[in-house]
């Protein structure tokens, strides 16, 4: 594998539809925050395209940051890179000596796991590569998914299951991953496919999809406090806009989508009491939705980058309280 070359195995997911809405933000300069900067395609081309932006990437994987370094060296004296999950947008903006607050123009949240993570086998993120149980989006710290898988209780196990995989399974599968660890704990992604494919009934594994598919979304969710981040995340972005900025999320899954709808709802609904007959002042909404519902990608996006083929997309813009 080529490190020094990202480019070529990297197409940016949604890029035309990313610029469409972010561009108008970002035509006389301003702050471009790249929460999820991966191998750095989408800054890359806003760098390029707006001359007079300056970019605020972060990733919580060091080899993605020192990737993405190479890849936005010719715009070096406009970008600053920070290593650190897109909760930590607040402390990022302030290390970029930037208010967290009414400070940026426009912010891209490409959710999810990135293609080089998915790329290199020895991340544990694929099922269909026997690798390293891993799948720590930031290499340098934290649990695995095999410390999980050999140390958690039946019920957390089962929980993290239903509620992060969406399994059916999930009592049935947690039970299974218990009974196998107490023989010889997990370390390969291989042992835990084989124990799926032995666990979920042969009727469920010829019309549902890969059996391991949802379990290793539920261990990658929970090894990465996904959810979490992104709960946290989304609050401190939108604050970060100014009036005028726009945001961008991409999701790649329906809870992740979910937390996005939800945040984005609130953010653009009026906050005057129920009943009373006029909008108070400043009391309106902050934000106005910028897509209709959940965009997804075109056909051609998805035969150019099958990755692309789950995208949900949804955007905003920050407006003053009382439009």
């Given at each position: 594998?080529?490190?020094?070359?990202?480019?070529?195995?990297?197409?940016?997911?949604?890029?035309?539809?990313?610029?469409?809405?972010?561009?108008?933000?970002?035509?006389?300069?301003?702050?471009?925050?790249?929460?999820?900067?991966?191998?750095?395609?989408?800054?890359e081309?806003?760098?390029?395209?707006?001359?007079?932006?300056?970019?605020?990437?972060?990733?919580?994987?060091?080899?993605?940051?020192?990737?993405?370094?190479?890849?936005?060296?010719?715009?070096a004296?406009?970008?600053?890179?920070?290593?650190?999950?897109?909760?930590g947008?607040?402390?990022?903006?302030?290390?970029?000596?930037?208010?967290?607050?009414?400070?940026?123009?426009?912010?891209?949240?490409?959710?999810?796991?990135?293609?080089?993570?998915l790329?290199?086998?020895?991340?544990g993120?694929?099922?269909?590569?026997?690798?390293?149980?891993?799948?720590?989006?930031?290499?340098?710290?934290?649990?695995?998914?095999?410390?999980?898988?050999?140390?958690?209780?039946?019920?957390?196990?089962?929980?993290?299951?239903?509620n992060?995989?969406e399994?059916?399974?999930a009592?049935?599968?947690?039970?299974?991953?218990?009974?196998?660890?107490?023989?010889?704990?997990?370390?390969?992604?291989?042992?835990?496919v084989?124990?799926?494919?032995?666990?979920?009934?042969a009727a469920?594994?010829?019309?549902?999809?890969?059996?391991?598919?949802r379990?290793?979304?539920?261990?990658?969710?929970?090894?990465?406090?996904e959810?979490?981040?992104?709960?946290?995340?989304?609050?401190?972005?939108?604050?970060?806009?100014?009036?005028?900025?726009?945001?961008?999320?991409?999701?790649?899954q329906?809870?992740?989508?979910?937390?996005?709808?939800q945040?984005?709802?609130?953010?653009?609904?009026s906050?005057?009491?129920?009943?009373?007959?006029?909008?108070?002042?400043?009391?309106?909404?902050?934000?106005?939705?910028?897509?209709r519902?959940?965009?997804k990608?075109?056909?051609?996006?998805?035969?150019?980058?099958?990755?692309?083929?789950?995208?949900?997309?949804?955007?905003?813009?920050?407006?003053?309280?009382?439009?």
């Open positions: 594998m080529n490190h020094e070359d990202p480019g070529p195995r990297h197409v940016p997911v949604l890029l035309r539809r990313a610029d469409e809405i972010l561009g108008p933000a970002l035509t006389s300069g301003g702050v471009l925050v790249d929460a999820t900067l991966g191998l750095g395609g989408h800054a081309h806003f760098l390029r395209t707006y001359p007079d932006t300056r970019l605020v990437g972060l990733d919580r994987d060091t080899e993605a940051l020192k990737l993405a370094g190479a890849r936005l060296a010719p715009f004296d406009r970008i600053t890179l920070v290593h650190t999950r897109y909760d947008i607040a402390d990022a903006l302030r290390e970029a000596e930037l208010s967290p607050t009414n400070s940026v123009r426009a912010i891209l949240m490409d959710l999810g796991v990135s293609s080089m993570q790329d290199e086998a020895e991340r993120f694929a099922y269909s590569v026997d690798a390293p149980l891993d799948m720590r989006m930031d290499p340098t710290s934290g649990l695995t998914a095999a410390d999980v898988l050999n140390t958690y209780a039946h019920g957390d196990l089962a929980r993290i299951l239903k992060y995989g399994e059916r399974f009592g049935r599968i947690a039970s299974a991953i218990v009974k196998r660890r107490e023989r010889r704990p997990f370390t390969t992604s291989g042992e835990l084989e124990l799926l494919y032995d666990t979920i009934p469920t594994r010829r019309t549902g999809g890969h059996p391991a598919k379990t290793f979304q539920a261990l990658r969710i929970e090894v990465n406090r959810l979490e981040s992104l709960e946290a995340a989304l609050p401190a972005a939108l604050d970060a806009l100014e009036v005028g900025g726009r945001i961008v999320v991409m999701s790649y329906s809870l992740e989508d979910k937390l996005v709808k945040l984005l709802a609130q953010r653009s609904a906050r005057t009491p129920v009943g009373l007959p006029v909008e108070l002042p400043g009391m309106g909404p902050e934000f106005k939705i910028l897509t519902g959940a965009e990608a075109t056909e051609e996006e998805i035969a150019e980058n099958p990755r692309a083929a789950p995208v949900r997309m949804r955007a905003a813009e920050r407006i003053e309280a009382g439009e």
